[in-house]
């Protein structure tokens, strides 16, 4: 997670980070675990929210990537859970997200109502492409810093 952030991502991200740091403290975890796609923007998001969260005094366990195609996604999976995390956070696209959310699922683990998501997911299309159990409760940011939460199968944004 070495990459330099540009200063338009940055100025961009801005909003969104506030918030997703915001959520994230409201569950006062003890543990974060993060995760990202592979794309440069996902990798930005998930470094920003590292680097924030720690100099807030924040505790992150493990740091994962996946690629947006894979034949199980059973490895990123796994570390995904790794400490038994408090809270999730997650940037990606819906192409990457669908088969690692379901994969989350298997784990019995991890639950979408303790993830909190990045802009990339907050698509109306993300219910019906990953499946109710992989996003029933997930909640995130948009770009310009407002709420979006996925409720009875439908992603609520505003």
């Known amino acids: 997670m070495s990459a330099e952030p540009t200063a338009a991502l940055t100025a961009e991200l801005t909003a969104e980070l506030t918030t997703v740091v915001r959520l994230a403290s409201q569950h006062h975890p003890l543990l974060v675990n993060v995760g990202h796609g592979r794309s440069a923007a996902s990798l930005e998001r998930a470094r920003s929210f590292v680097e924030t969260w720690e100099a807030r005094g924040g505790q992150v366990g493990e740091v994962v990537s996946w690629p947006t195609e894979a034949a199980s996604w059973l490895r990123p999976a796994c570390r995904m859970v790794t400490g038994h995390p408090d809270l999730w956070v997650v940037a990606d696209e819906p192409e990457g997200w669908t088969g690692m959310g379901r994969r989350l699922v298997a784990t019995g683990v991890w639950r979408p109502c303790r993830t909190i998501a990045f802009a990339g997911l907050a698509v109306?299309?993300?219910?019906?492409?990953?499946g109710e159990e992989a996003t029933e409760g997930l909640r995130g940011a948009l770009a310009d810093?407002?709420?979006?939460?996925?409720?009875?199968?439908?992603?609520?944004?505003?």
């Open 145 to 158: 810093g407002r709420l979006w939460l996925v409720s009875e199968g439908q992603l609520v944004a505003g």
């Open 124 to 130: 109306p299309e993300l219910p019906a492409l990953a």
